[in-house]
């Protein structure tokens, strides 16, 4: 009986900490942020938020099962009666269709300062921050070693390589990217030959990573945290920055997103909390957490084993253009994924 006692108590302990959390005392500042961001890393960053404000913070996380589009088809959905005051993102393309949906309002934060242009919508509708690059996962002692996405084509790699399902996902939003700068016609055709040269589709970045870690690829196109991750983990792997040379398209960017809802319940405290996430403290943070997020503001230290962005050739990207593009291909990608 005891022992049914005490494991009654410590659920309604339990219940009672979640209902605290979940409620706010009467006149206390509260703020509502969707987050698509794994919830692993930006739950931290938002506890430190809520100590260092006193502003309670109710987060609604995306869950696998979403794949980061569940928040943003909320806040499509809510558009009429908002209940978010802050989306924090994963990649500034749904913050673009939100932008484009009416469902976000203008904010200039001063902590925007510093962060390159073509990393925020130049209205404010949404500001970049902490981002990764995609770059190449290679396997050790691979030769000759990928320098450029179109590597992809060569024959000497038919049937050695593999890369994540491009309808979900970083893929997707890279390969809008190249619809975007190459036109549809030549993005087209890289796809097809790429598809004809032997490419293994994997279900993920993640998946990718660990299929070349494991051997069984040479390497693989992924996010910087996903190459990172398995050479901290001692995985025989090394990372490589694509097309970096003088007239080579340069190393395709994705960073967060944060933006101000449109009718936010709480727009104060919400711009309270963009300001706070979009600080180089938070940017600091992210990098040097498990997240490896390279920093966009200037002089603050990426992450070990990444370059800082200002030593990276990068590509030119309207993230407005993709955010369209993507939904243009979408035909195509299924027909090339296949059966």
Same mark, same amino acid.
């Given at each position: 009986?005891?022992?049914?006692?005490?494991?009654?108590?410590?659920? +309604?302990?339990?219940?009672? *900490?979640?209902?605290?959390?979940?409620?706010?005392?009467?006149?206390?500042?509260?703020?509502? #942020?969707?987050?698509?961001?794994?919830?692993?890393?930006?739950?931290?960053? /938002?506890?430190?938020?809520?100590?260092?404000?006193? *502003?309670?913070? %109710?987060?609604?996380?995306?869950?696998?099962?979403?794949?980061?589009?569940?928040?943003?088809?909320?806040?499509?959905?809510?558009?009429?009666?908002?209940?978010?005051? #802050?989306?924090?993102?994963?990649?500034?393309?749904?913050?673009?269709?939100? &932008?484009?949906?009416?469902?976000?309002?203008?904010?200039?934060?001063?902590?925007?300062?510093?962060?390159?242009? $073509?990393?925020?919508?130049?209205?404010?509708?949404?500001?970049?921050?902490?981002?990764?690059?995609?770059?190449?996962?290679?396997? &050790?002692?691979?030769?000759?070693?990928?320098?450029?996405?179109?590597?992809?084509?060569?024959?000497?790699?038919?049937?050695?390589?593999?890369?994540?399902?491009?309808?979900?996902?970083?893929?997707?939003?890279?390969?809008?990217?190249?619809?975007?700068?190459?036109?549809?016609? $030549?993005? %087209?055709?890289?796809?097809?030959?790429?598809?004809?040269?032997?490419?293994?589709?994997?279900?993920?970045?993640?998946?990718?990573?660990?299929?070349?870690?494991?051997?069984?690829?040479?390497?693989?196109?992924?996010?910087?945290?996903?190459?990172?991750?398995?050479?901290?983990?001692?995985?025989?792997?090394?990372? *490589?920055?694509?097309?970096?040379?003088?007239?080579?398209?340069?190393?395709?960017?994705?960073?967060?997103?944060?933006?101000?809802?449109?009718?936010?319940?709480?727009?104060?405290?919400?711009?309270?909390?963009?300001?706070?996430?979009?600080?180089?403290?938070?940017?600091?943070?992210?990098?040097?957490?498990?997240?490896?997020?390279?920093? +966009?503001?200037?002089?603050?230290?990426?992450? /070990?084993?990444?370059?800082?962005?200002?030593?990276?050739?990068?590509?030119?990207?309207?993230?407005?253009?993709?955010?369209?593009?993507?939904?243009?291909?979408?035909?195509? /990608?299924?027909?090339?994924?296949?059966?």
């Amino acid at each position: 009986m005891k022992k049914l006692f005490w494991a009654a108590t410590a659920i +309604l302990v339990i219940a009672a *900490i979640a209902l605290w959390r979940l409620s706010s005392p009467p006149g206390a500042p509260t703020v509502t #942020v969707y987050v698509s961001h794994d919830q692993v890393f930006s739950e931290p960053i /938002l506890k430190d938020f809520e100590k260092e404000t006193g *502003i309670r913070v %109710r987060a609604v996380y995306d869950t696998e099962e979403t794949k980061s589009a569940g928040t943003m088809n909320r806040l499509i959905a809510e558009k009429n009666n908002p209940q978010a005051d #802050v989306y924090w993102a994963n990649e500034p393309i749904r913050a673009e269709v939100l &932008r484009q949906k009416g469902a976000t309002a203008a904010y200039v934060s001063p902590n925007a300062s510093g962060i390159p242009d $073509n990393f925020r919508d130049s209205h404010g509708y949404w500001t970049g921050f902490a981002a990764r690059a995609r770059v190449f996962v290679v396997r &050790r002692g691979a030769t000759p070693q990928p320098d450029s996405i179109t590597t992809y084509l060569e024959p000497q790699w038919g049937g050695k390589t593999v890369i994540a399902n491009p309808l979900f996902g970083t893929t997707t939003t890279h390969v809008a990217a190249l619809f975007v700068l190459w036109g549809d016609e $030549n993005a %087209r055709a890289f796809m097809q030959t790429m598809r004809d040269n032997g490419v293994k589709i994997s279900p993920s970045n993640g998946d990718s990573a660990d299929l070349v870690a494991h051997g069984e690829f040479a390497f693989s196109l992924v996010d910087s945290d996903d190459a990172v991750s398995r050479m901290r983990q001692g995985r025989p792997v090394e990372l *490589i920055y694509p097309d970096q040379g003088a007239d080579d398209i340069g190393c395709f960017i994705v960073p967060n997103a944060v933006m101000l809802i449109a009718g936010a319940p709480h727009p104060e405290a919400g711009k309270k909390l963009i300001d706070y996430l979009l600080s180089t403290e938070t940017e600091r943070k992210l990098a040097l957490s498990d997240a490896a997020q390279i920093p +966009l503001h200037p002089g603050v230290p990426p992450p /070990l084993g990444l370059k800082p962005l200002e030593s990276i050739k990068t590509m030119k990207a309207n993230y407005s253009e993709i955010a369209a593009k993507l939904q243009a291909i979408q035909p195509f /990608l299924k027909s090339w994924t296949g059966p």
